[in-house]
Nanobody, 122 residues
Framework: QVQLVESGGGLVQAGGSLRLSCAAT????????MGWYRQAPGKQRELVAD???????NYADSVKGRFTISRDNAKRTVYLQMNSLKPEDTAVYYC????????????????WGQGTQVTVSS
């Protein structure tokens, strides 16, 4: 099965930086896209950034210019560099991967990480 392992969350002061990592493991056939979502208490989960084939990227307006998404295809890992963090960035961040598995390589499935807490103090 496909599993996503996240790391890099923590507590920082406003203006600080964090780097999140998410490694995809298991019997993966092909990865189509990788991205990051976040969910703050009492709020809906929202897209933060994603990266697709051809290395095209997409960012939420609230993080443009501050966050950078990247990936290492050999390691099947996606990163999110977060700079100039604000208190409103506080949330649980979830890694998301769209991929096909070796047992069903015709069907693309969306997989989710366990979430990592990011807390930004003012």
């Amino acid at each position: 099965q496909v599993q996503l392992v996240e790391s890099g969350g923590g507590l920082v002061q406003a203006g600080g930086s964090l780097r999140l990592s998410c490694a995809a493991t298991g019997r993966i056939f092909s990865i189509t896209a990788m991205g990051w979502y976040r969910q703050a208490p009492g709020k809906q989960r929202e897209l933060v950034a994603d990266i697709r084939s051809g290395d095209s990227t997409n960012y939420a307006d609230s993080v443009k210019g501050r966050f950078t998404i990247s990936r290492d295809n050999a390691k099947r890992t996606v990163y999110l560099q977060m700079n100039s963090l604000k208190p409103e960035d506080t949330a649980v961040y979830y890694c998301n991967v769209d991929a096909t598995s070796e047992i069903d390589y015709f069907t693309e499935k969306s997989y989710w990480g366990q979430g990592t807490q990011v807390t930004v103090s003012s």
